[in-house]
């Protein structure tokens, strides 16, 4: 009894140390940031005047040094597996950093991905990344490209001492985090950064007197809940999202493919995918986390007559589409937009743009 006790003792004693250890270890790397040679330069962004500011987290302040040395690795191809991906080979500037005109991109091994490449503009306004919301902070989000199989195939030690191996990353971390700081945390640091710099602005969400008079029409249909009725989610104003989650019927039997619901296990979320923005759409083709629509016509097609709803199993289209089903009929009820209408919108829509992204120096090569 009494040694059983004692063992127990031991093991409890040992474990507290052992976590103790493990918490130094924590503090260590955190202190590991603080050496000489580092004076980096606050980062000072220009949004646009209508544009709260964005919230960036304490552990990672913006810094010019940061940011360059971000942009330097979104562009190299260094970080993959066989040295031939870089971000930009599935996020391209020309196409608002969007794989273009792809639905699933080809990751370094040659097997393709089963989701569409997403736009990179305004990401430091959101609270949840990729389709699924599976990334709560944007350094979080740089591991899985980098690591996934489908992807960039990485593997992180590798890669720790090829940016090692480079006199100029040597020089760019040390300017932008301190001496002997390339570690893996930082990459990511540095990738979020500029991540974080790319901002888009579309006047023509803002102030109507920009609008010509189809577009001007088509931000009708676009508000009016008996036509488009789209204002809802892709919340109209900076961004053209209301940065959340919505299911918006795409495919009939949501548990296939569950989106949020395999992040947060809540039925509610089933079939919920981030509402995108509605900025440089026009350059963003194809559509949808499948990339299943060509062309914009398509989607308004379907939220029109192609939307799905099944009362047994999926129960969570969300309310402002589930109005405009017919359960009797078991079809979305006729809205009363005319093809004109829809032509419009269609205008409106591609008006929203913000062409600096596409071209901006700042954010190229
Ligand atoms: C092989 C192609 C490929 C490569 C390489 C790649 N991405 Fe992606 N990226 C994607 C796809 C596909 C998605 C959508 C994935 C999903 O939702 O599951 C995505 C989503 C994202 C998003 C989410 C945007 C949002 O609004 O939620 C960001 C940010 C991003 N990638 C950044 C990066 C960075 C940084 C790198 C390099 C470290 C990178 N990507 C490399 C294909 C790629
Ligand atoms: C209930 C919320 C909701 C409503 C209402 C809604 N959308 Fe969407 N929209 C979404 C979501 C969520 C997605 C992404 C779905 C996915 O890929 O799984 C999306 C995707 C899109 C896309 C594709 C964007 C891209 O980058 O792939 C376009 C374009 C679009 N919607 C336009 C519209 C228009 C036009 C209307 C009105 C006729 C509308 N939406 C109404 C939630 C909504």
Not at 5 to 11: N, P
Not at 90 to 100: N, P
Not at 310 to 334: A, I, R, V
Request: charged share 20%.
């Amino acid at each position: 009894m009494i040694s059983q006790r004692k063992s127990i003792l031991f093991l409890a004693c040992l474990f507290i140390f052992i976590w103790l250890i493990g918490c130094k270890k924590d503090v260590q790397l955190n202190d590991s940031i603080t050496p000489q040679n580092y004076n980096p330069t606050p980062y000072k962004f220009n949004l646009p005047a209508s544009f709260p500011s964005m919230r960036i987290p304490k552990s990672n302040p913006m810094t010019n040094e940061g940011v360059a040395l971000g942009k330097k690795l979104f562009y190299d191809p260094l970080l993959s597996s066989n040295n031939k991906q870089a971000c930009v080979t599935c996020h391209q500037q020309s196409a608002s950093f969007i794989d273009s005109g792809i639905s699933f991109s080809r990751g370094v091994t040659g097997v393709l991905g089963d989701r569409n490449s997403m736009p990179i503009l305004n990401v430091g306004y959101a609270s949840a990344w990729f389709w699924d919301g599976r990334a709560k902070t944007l350094e979080e989000l740089v591991f899985h490209p980098i690591t996934s199989q489908n992807e960039m195939n990485q593997d992180l030690s590798e890669l720790l001492i090829e940016l090692n191996n480079s006199k100029e990353y040597k020089n760019m971390f040390t300017a932008a985090f301190g001496e002997g700081s390339i570690t893996f945390d930082n990459t990511a640091k540095a990738i979020a950064q500029f991540m974080r710099t790319i901002i888009a602005s579309t006047p023509k969400s803002l102030d109507t007197s920009k609008l010509n008079a189809a577009e001007k029409r088509g931000l009708m249909v676009f508000l009016d809940e008996k036509k488009g009725d789209c204002f809802h989610c892709h919340e109209l104003g900076n961004f053209m999202t209301n940065f959340k989650f919505a299911n918006n019927g795409l495919n009939k039997n949501a548990i296939n493919n569950p989106g949020l619901y395999a992040v947060s296990r809540n039925p509610e979320d089933l079939g919920k995918f981030k509402v995108p923005a509605l900025i440089n759409i026009k350059y963003t083709a194809p559509y949808m986390h499948d990339g299943r629509f060509k062309t914009l016509r398509d989607v308004i097609d379907f939220y029109d007559t192609g939307f799905h709803f099944d009362p047994t199993t999926n129960f969570y289209l969300d309310p402002n589409l589930k109005k405009h089903f017919d359960n009797f009929t078991g079809k979305p009820t006729p809205r009363r937009w005319t093809e004109q209408d829809k032509q419009d919108i269609i205008t409106f829509i591609n008006g929203l743009v913000d062409e600096s992204v596409n071209t901006n120096p700042q954010y190229s090569k």
